[in-house]
């Protein structure tokens, strides 16, 4: 893995301190490289959204480029833990174009239920529940944030090519397993996020009465 840039010094104390003692500790490691990622993408985005509101002349509102950076934050955070684990920038990932599609999990549930039967349940509950949680934001941000009325179906659909872009990124660059209980799962938090998104305004509206 590349330097970390932001989160060195805390890194290195948590390091020090817990990396024998944690069996799960490349989890942490790998946590502490995508929030970093994370940050400096981040960052980068805000400049480039702060010069094409101004070149553009954009009515905006604080709290709107609040929000907006905050859900940017979370997708690159989403990408980076999902997909570009190894790696600050894209020349340093190798595709593999010629991988067989027999890599490809298209059955739904049976690694969930493989994983249903281990003994440990972590893998299953994070697998099932974990990836529904990852996207309820998507679900929520993306018609709050959105300049026009989108759907309940328009949001889910978009949750779920987001999953398979995520899905098929893992497959070409061979950094996770390409399988389509994500998507279903990804999916269903993005509904779930929506529902929360209608529920909040429905919420709004009643207090406004």
């Known amino acids: 893995m590349s330097k970390i ?5 805390l890194y290195n104390y948590i390091y020090a301190r817990f990396a024998t003692k944690f069996n799960h500790f490349p989890l942490i490691r790998l946590s502490f490289y995508a929030v970093d990622k994370a940050i400096l993408y981040t960052l980068i ?3 480039l959204r702060y010069i094409w509101v101004k070149i553009k002349k954009r009515n905006t509102t604080f709290w709107y480029e609040f929000w907006l950076s905050v859900f940017i934050f979370y997708v690159f955070l ?3 833990l999902t997909v570009f684990r190894d790696g600050y920038f894209i020349w340093q990932f190798k ?3 010629h991988r067989p599609l027999s890599d490809i999990n298209t059955v739904p549930l049976i690694e969930t239920m493989k994983l249903a039967d281990a003994k440990s349940l972590v893998d299953f509950f994070y697998n099932l529940y974990g990836n529904i949680v990852w996207f309820v934001p998507m679900g929520f941000f993306i018609p709050a944030l959105s300049k026009r009325h989108l759907n309940f179906l328009q949001v889910v659909l978009m949750g779920a090519m987001i999953s398979v872009s995520i899905e098929a990124l893992q497959f070409v660059l ?4 390409t399988d389509i209980d994500d998507v279903i799962f990804n999916t269903l938090g993005a509904a779930v996020g929506y529902l929360l998104y209608f529920l909040g305004k429905w919420i709004k509206k009643l207090i406004k009465i």
């Open 45 to 47: 985005f805000i400049i």
């Open 78 to 80: 989403l990408f980076a």
């Open 174 to 177: 061979h950094t996770g397993v």
């Open 5 to 9: 840039i932001f989160l060195g010094p």
């Open 95 to 97: 595709f593999f174009w």
